[in-house]
C-alpha cells in the first residue's frame, strides 16, 4: 500500500475548508433575508389604517368616516364638536405578516382639552385569515360603578360619564370577546367622540 501523500492531505483539508465557508455565506445570506423580512413587515405595520369611525347622524341622515392611522400620539377628529347617534367602528388595513402585529390601545375622549372626558378604552387586536393576513378586531373597556337611584340603581363610569356605552350591530364576537366591527352609542341620546390616545 502506497503512503499518503502530503500533497493529498492539503487537498483533502482545502476542500473541507472550501465546504465550511460555502455554508457560512449561504447561512448569513438566509439570515439576512429573514432580517429584511422583518423590516420589511414592519414598514408596512407602520402604514397601515388600524380602524375606520362612522360617525353617523339619524335625523339628518348623515354619515361622516374619519380613518385613523396606527401611529400612536394624541389625535383630534375631525368631527370634533359634532354630536353622533351612534358610531360604526370597522377595520381598517388589513397587514401582510409573517407574526401577529402588536395589540394598540386607544383611549376614546369627549372633549379636547385637558379637561377631557375618557369614555372608554378600545383595544384592538388583530387575528389571521386564511389568505395569511391579519384583520382588527375591537374590545371596549369601560370602568363602570353602580350608584343608587331613586328605588334602584343606575350604572356609571368612573371617568365622570353619565352612563356606559350600549353596543349594538349584529356582530358576533370571537373566542376572546373581540369583535370584527362595533356600534357603540348611549341609547340614542346622542354623544360627542372628539379625540382619541393611540398607545
Do not use: C
Not at 61 to 67: D, F, I, M, N, Y
Amino acid at each position: 500500500m502506497k503512503p499518503v501523500s502530503r500533497t493529498y492531505y492539503l487537498r483533502f483539508i482545502l476542500l473541507i475548508l472550501f465546504a465550511l465557508s460555502a455554508l457560512f455565506v449561504t447561512n448569513s445570506v438566509s439570515a439576512q433575508e429573514q432580517l429584511e423580512d422583518i423590516a420589511s413587515d414592519e414598514d408596512i405595520i407602520e402604514e397601515v389604517l388600524l380602524l375606520k369611525l362612522i360617525y353617523i347622524d339619524i335625523e339628518q341622515l348623515e354619515r361622516e368616516e374619519v380613518e385613523i392611522p396606527i401611529a400612536a400620539g394624541n389625535f383630534e377628529s375631525p368631527q370634533k364638536g359634532v354630536r353622533a347617534d351612534k358610531i360604526i367602528i370597522l377595520p381598517g388595513s388589513t397587514v401582510r405578516a409573517h407574526y401577529q402585529p402588536a395589540d394598540r390601545q386607544i383611549q376614546l375622549y369627549r372633549g379636547t382639552t385637558n379637561e377631557r372626558k375618557l369614555l372608554g378604552t378600545l383595544l384592538v387586536r388583530y387575528y389571521p385569515e386564511p389568505d395569511n393576513t391579519w384583520v382588527p378586531h375591537f374590545k371596549l373597556y369601560q370602568k363602570i360603578a353602580l350608584v343608587p337611584k331613586g328605588k334602584g340603581w343606575q350604572a356609571i363610569t368612573l371617568s365622570g360619564v353619565a352612563e356606559p356605552f350600549l353596543l349594538s350591530g349584529g356582530a358576533l364576537p370571537n373566542a376572546e370577546g373581540f369583535y370584527p366591527q362595533l356600534e357603540i352609542g348611549f341609547g340614542g341620546k346622542g354623544f360627542n367622540l372628539d379625540s382619541w390616545l393611540i398607545k
